[in-house]
């Protein structure tokens, strides 16, 4: 089973700040890699799929990159409505599909 | 546009059984797969099985293996979890979500809370 490990646990920006999230695979997975993100409340959000893809709907500032066992998720300048819990998931090697442990982006 | 409600979560006691649903609508069942999803209280997101809509095959994590059951209802729009032998630590909340185009988790609904306690 392949390992997602998130960086950091908490990141604690204002709005307008830039924002890199960091994952990393046990083994590689390729550019087989998505980004969620999760409110209070709600289901999860795809953000990004295959490492660098945006999903529909999902504004320019939101970027990732990476490939094989280090991906980036980068929000170029936080806007309110952002801060929220991010999740990597891989489909590189499944099953099963895993996810990070979550980053959770908060206003400092 | 894919609309996805939940239903059947609920209290049950362990080693109890609860049959959760998922009625969808705006989505090719012969096409893609659907997949559950869950999230125990203030933790992460765990994958949990998914069904192909192309030959049907089915997949599940390791925790659940052989204890849970997905299924579709074609006539009926409709993706259930049977679930069986349950335990306290499959007390979450349980998303179903469609695996379409993009192959990844690409529309999710709302999510129905699963408490297994005595």
């Known amino acids: 089973e392949i390992v997602l490990t998130q960086s950091p646990a908490t990141l604690s920006l204002s709005p307008g700040e830039r924002a890199t999230l960091s994952c990393r695979a046990s083994?590689?997975?390729?550019?087989?890699l998505a980004w969620y993100q999760q409110k209070p409340g709600q289901a999860p959000r795809l953000v990004i799929y295959?490492?660098?893809n945006r999903a529909t709907g999902i504004p320019a500032r939101f970027s990732g990159s990476g490939s094989g066992t280090d991906f980036t998720l980068t929000i170029s300048s936080l806007e309110p409505e952002d801060f929220a819990v991010y999740y990597c998931q891989q489909r590189g090697n499944w099953p099963p599909y895993t996810f990070g442990q979550g980053t959770k982006l908060e206003i400092k | 546009e894919v609309h996805m409600l939940e239903s059947g979560g609920g209290l049950v006691q362990p080693g109890g059984s609860l049959r959760l649903s998922c009625a969808v609508s705006?989505?090719?069942?012969?096409?893609?797969?659907l997949t559950w999803v869950r999230q125990a209280p203030g933790k992460g997101l765990e994958w949990v099985s998914l069904?192909?809509?192309?030959?049907?095959?089915?997949y599940y994590a390791d925790s659940v293996k052989g204890r849970f059951t997905i299924a579709t209802d074609r006539s009926k729009n409709t993706l259930y979890l049977q679930m069986n032998s349950l335990r306290v630590e499959d007390t979450a909340v349980y998303y179903c979500?469609?695996?379409?185009?993009?192959?990844?988790?690409?529309?999710w609904g709302q999510g129905t809370l699963v408490t297994v306690s005595s």
């Open positions: 295959d490492a660098s």
């Open positions: 083994q590689s997975v390729s550019n087989y």
């Open positions: 979500a469609t695996r379409g185009v993009l192959n990844w988790f690409d529309s």
């Open positions: 069904i192909s809509g192309t030959d049907g095959s089915k």
């Open positions: 705006g989505f090719t069942f012969s096409f893609y797969a």
